[in-house]
């Protein structure tokens, strides 16, 4: 997008907040990325000099950020066919919802009278697959247009925030964040809330982008996956495992996300002003890339889906 524009000065951006990992507030400059979705501004991505944990500088306060959602292409929230990348988008999502499901069940033996809950659960799709196969399904959104739609499309209730909803302390087997982490300021308050509603052999299950992964190195700052300032957090695999382990929790399995390095490197591409047949080609040739390297060093995904159990 042309015409990106600064939102502060340095300082200003480099002692906004403190470190969720290790509480510093000590940061490193890497990169100005401009926000291709929505207000056109660069926002700088900062690298914390104690764990190396990159956060979003600048980033809106929390009652500023849905200013930043208020786009039809913000797909997550999104029903729109419209353009190809809406219909890619649509296509590969019957598969990713079958691969959660599958990865579910396998976890908890295909036990009946399991709880989810779906944290960002977006227009509903997942959690009405889930519901659909018998799971008892609570979901938090706070878009009220997606809360809408799947009330209107699936009957599904939601409610706008976490610490809102009405469900019993140590209760639900399965917490899913789908892409949603990342979005939330007030992760501590978060995994406190994980830490209460979840049962003992419970599953919490996030899924992240990973900016140590291959395609994250190709494209720089065009990486779509970096999303300012939507994305406040940007987490390695070593950091992510180090603020769960921090909170409470303790890996158990992680798995890439093949179809997301397709995807992002497409994005990517757009965020290049590459079109046509040719960024396809690239794009495509970029996934397979990231993938092919996942597979021996799943670090190099571009995506990851992270399993985490209480400790």
């Not at 990169?31 to 929505?38: K, S």
């Not at 930043?68 to 419209?82: E, L, V």
């Not at 799971?135 to 706008?160: I, T």
């Not at 970029?286 to 670090?299: F, V």
Request: net charge positive.
């Amino acid at each position: 997008m042309a015409g990106c524009k600064k939102t502060g000065t340095s300082q200003q951006l480099i002692t906004d907040r403190a470190c969720p990992i290790c509480g510093g507030q000590d940061y490193i400059l890497l990169e100005e990325i401009c926000d291709q979705l929505v207000s056109g501004q660069l926002f700088p991505l900062l690298r914390c000099r104690h764990c190396g944990l990159i956060i979003t500088g600048n980033a809106p306060k929390k009652e500023e950020l849905g200013h930043y959602y208020r786009n039809k292409a913000y797909i997550s929230h999104s029903n729109t066919n419209q353009g190809l990348i809406n219909k890619l988008y649509h296509y590969i999502r019957h598969f990713t919802l079958k691969r959660k499901y599958h990865l579910i069940k396998r976890l908890t033996n295909g036990r009946k009278g399991i709880s989810l809950l779906d944290v960002g659960a977006g227009t509903g799709h997942f959690a009405a697959l889930m519901k659909k196969k018998g799971y008892a399904v609570s979901c938090v959104e706070q878009d009220s247009e997606a809360r809408l739609f799947m009330e209107h499309n699936f009957s599904l209730s939601s409610s706008p925030y976490l610490n809102d909803i009405s469900i019993p302390v140590a209760s639900q087997d399965v917490i899913t964040l789908w892409h949603v982490l990342e979005h939330i300021p007030d992760l501590e308050n978060h995994f406190s809330l994980f830490r209460k509603l979840i049962t003992a052999e419970g599953f919490l299950i996030l899924a992240l982008p990973n900016p140590s992964g291959y395609d994250a190195a190709h494209y720089g700052k065009d990486w779509a996956a970096y999303d300012v300032p939507r994305h406040l957090w940007h987490f390695s695999p070593e950091l992510i495992c180090r603020l769960a382990e921090k909170e409470g929790f303790t890996l158990v399995e992680k798995h890439i996300m093949p179809f997301d390095a397709y995807y992002i490197a497409l994005l990517s591409e757009q965020h290049r002003n590459n079109k046509g047949i040719r960024s396809y080609v690239k794009a495509f040739t970029i996934g397979l890339k990231t993938n092919l390297k996942a597979r021996r060093q799943s670090s190099y995904a571009s995506a990851l889906t992270y399993v985490f159990r209480l400790t």
